[in-house]
């Protein structure tokens, strides 16, 4: 009847252009090369369930206190380091005074009325925010910039209001905070 016939025509080879391929790095495991890719930095965030509403509510507080407060300690943070090279680079202790002095009065200028409003939660975060900002506790801050009793009697300010200024910020400790600012894209190369 009839006869099947295979088929003996080659394909045409592919042409591969310049958009066709992708060049990848190349590592050799076990003796096979195996491409690897760099992609960018994937998020995974889990629901956060809480024990009860007081739980819930706690760290909504917490969450409105920390964005509030971070762009005072960012700033804070930026002026202080501003401070400590103009610092460095003047050997002139009256000329250091002088800074230091028109820096107190520009964040003063600034912030005065917002941060005398400040809850005292609120004062507790910003002082942990300022500590992972610059390294630098906020009594140390005082200390080395305006002597040791202007930080002495700071310090007694602050604990009448339950306040700490030597309080030092641990990520591991705080981390409820560093989760705030993480899911709120604050990213600091600090910690």
């Known amino acids: 009847m009839g006869q099947a016939k295979a088929q003996t ?13 992708i060049k990848v790095a190349l590592t050799e495991l076990d003796g096979q090369l ?3 890719v760099v ?7 889990d629901t956060r369930i ?24 960012q700033f ?3 002026r202080y380091q501003k401070l400590q090279r103009d610092l460095a680079l003047t050997g002139d202790k009256k000329k250091q005074k002088e ?4 820096c107190e009065g520009e964040i003063k200028a600034l912030f005065d009325k917002e941060i005398k409003n400040l809850t005292i939660s609120q004062g507790e975060v910003l002082i942990k925010l300022i500590d992972r900002e610059t390294h630098t506790t906020s009594y140390t801050m005082v200390k080395e910039l305006k002597g040791g009793f202007k930080a002495f009697m700071f310090q007694s300010v602050a604990s009448l209001f339950g306040h700490n200024l030597k309080e030092t910020y641990d990520p591991d400790e705080q981390r409820d905070i560093e989760a705030i600012l993480t899911q709120a894209g604050y990213n600091s190369t600090n910690y």
Do not use: E, H
Not at 39 to 45: F, G, M, N
């Open 50 to 73: 809480f024990a009860s509403d007081a739980d819930r509510d706690a760290f909504r507080r917490l969450r409105y206190n920390v964005l509030k407060v971070w762009p005072y300690a």
């Open 99 to 102: 800074l230091i002095n028109t």
């Open 76 to 78: 804070a943070s930026q």
């Open 9 to 21: 025509d080659k394909p045409a080879p592919m042409v591969m252009g310049k958009n066709d391929t």
């Open 34 to 36: 195996v491409p690897w």
């Open 39 to 45: 992609c960018a930095p994937v998020k995974i965030i």
